[in-house]
């Protein structure tokens, strides 16, 4: 079950710039940062509320941030949603004809499972599920 939006993601190409930018202009707290080797991505975190932002700069040049940044610029890359169970999520998106990018979870940042559903099957959104891991 779908429990609240975990975070965005938001593709940057240079993370200590746009940390800048999110501290300095808009007043928030980078509370982290991580680098996710599997997925060529160096992250930074921030808390909006119960929202996260997810700050994403590729880490190689063919790493889905990089291949996202040279088709479509900064921006929102992806909406995360926090679930109860990524495998259940992932069960019923398929069984209502969603296409999966991941049929199983992996490990993500932030300590958690995720698992991605195309764009092209939920209306032009790069859709993520993800569960904290014990």
């Not at 509370?31 to 929202?51: C, L, N």
């Not at 992806?78 to 004809?97: E, M, N, T, W, Y």
Request: charged share 25%; aromatic share 8%.
């Amino acid at each position: 079950m779908i429990q609240q939006i975990d975070h965005l993601g938001i593709a940057v190409r240079n993370l200590d710039a746009s940390v800048e930018y999110y501290e300095n202009a808009l007043g928030l707290h980078c509370h982290g940062r991580e680098e996710v080797a599997s997925q060529k991505v160096k992250t930074a975190f921030f808390s909006v509320g119960e929202v996260h932002l997810e700050l994403l700069e590729p880490t190689a040049e063919d790493s889905p941030i990089a291949k996202f940044l040279e088709k479509n610029g900064e921006g929102i890359h992806h909406v995360a949603f926090k679930v109860d169970s990524v495998s259940d999520q992932l069960k019923q998106a398929a069984d209502a004809g969603v296409r999966l990018i991941h049929e199983v979870p992996f490990e993500g940042a932030a300590n958690k499972w995720v698992a991605f559903l195309h764009p092209k099957s939920t209306q032009g959104v790069l859709t993520e599920f993800c569960q904290e891991r014990s």
